[in-house]
Each structure stands twice: as structure tokens, then as C-alpha cells.
């Protein structure tokens, strides 16, 4: 006759109190013998319950806390996010250019996404980190006027352009 049965806790799971419970959503159990589950760290995320490992947070998107559940968030406006597994954006785009949320390529030239850098409008002129097409007087993280008597062509990275 058997008194009792012993059973390890399988990866995956964890078991508090000798119950069997599936790691949930957000974390992951990857070894056997689990009582407790640890969240996924930052820059990862696990839509699932019951797994070993969490996944990378994709390109163009970025996983600032721990715990998370879908793929993170959109890279920021005038960011690129072209690595897995970010925690936060920090690549500023680059000079001549805006970048739009979601930009996940530094390719000023790629044809295989739209979410690439795109080139600073004619007039005016474009610094690291712009987010828009849309100039805001005064405000950097937008494409800015060339100065009085000077033209800048489209891509410009300063104020000067070609007088």
C-alpha cells in the first residue's frame, strides 16, 4: 500500500504547497522543483502560460519593465528600436531625418519595411532625434526653418543649406 506519492514540480509550472500550477502569462519556470514564478526582466515578454523561457522584445517596439505580456510598445517618434530585447529606445534618428513611432531599421535606403528613417522635407533642416514632418518653431524634436537666405534641400542636416 502507498502512504504517499511524490511528484517533482515540472519546468513551466511552479508549485506552491505541493500544487501544480502552469507559470502564468508575463513569466517563466525553467527548472524543475519551481515554488514560485519569475517574471519575464525587461526587454522580454511571454503571452503564454506555462513556459521555460520568455521571448526578445521585437524590432521597432521595446519592453521598459518586467512582467510584460504582449510584445512591449511601439518604438518612440524620433527613436529606432533595430535590436530584440530592448528595455529602452537609444538610438536617436539620425540627423537629416525623422522617424516616425515603430521605426525598427536605421536603413536609410531599406525596401523591406516602410518603418525606416525618412528624409527631412525640402526647407528645412532636421538634427538627431526629430519625430515628425511637421516643423514646430523652436521645437528640435521637429524639422526646423533653414536660416533667412539660405535653402536647404530635402535631407538637410543643419541650417544653412546652400545660399
Known amino acids: ?3 504517499f506519492s511524490y511528484t517533482q514540480c515540472p519546468k513551466g509550472s511552479y508549485c506552491p504547497e505541493n500544487e501544480i500550477l502552469p507559470c502564468p502569462p508575463g513569466s ?11 517574471l ?9 502560460a506555462g513556459k521555460v ?4 522584445c521585437s524590432l ?9 505580456i504582449e510584445d512591449g510598445i511601439q518604438c518612440i517618434a524620433g527613436y529606432i528600436c533595430d535590436s530584440h530585447g530592448l528595455r529602452i529606445p537609444v538610438k536617436p534618428c539620425p540627423p537629416g531625418h525623422f522617424c516616425l513611432e515603430g521605426t525598427l ?3 536609410l535606403t531599406s525596401t523591406t519595411t516602410v518603418f525606416r528613417p525618412r528624409t527631412c522635407p525640402a526647407g528645412f533642416y532636421c538634427t538627431f532625434g526629430v519625430k515628425t514632418p511637421i516643423s514646430e ?4 524634436s521637429t524639422p526646423q526653418p533653414c536660416y533667412p537666405g539660405y535653402y536647404c534641400n530635402s ?8 545660399g
Not at 40 to 48: E, K, L, S, V
Open 1 to 3: 500500500r502507498i502512504l
Open 28 to 38: 517563466y519556470c525553467p527548472q524543475i522543483g519551481s515554488r514560485n514564478y519569475t
Open 40 to 48: 519575464c526582466p525587461a526587454g522580454t515578454y511571454q503571452p503564454d
Open 53 to 56: 523561457q520568455c521571448r526578445p
Open 60 to 68: 521597432g517596439r521595446f519592453c521598459p519593465e518586467s512582467g510584460h
Open 105 to 107: 531599421t536605421a536603413n
Open 137 to 140: 518653431l523652436m521645437n528640435f
Open 155 to 162: 535631407g538637410s542636416e543643419g541650417p544653412h543649406g546652400q
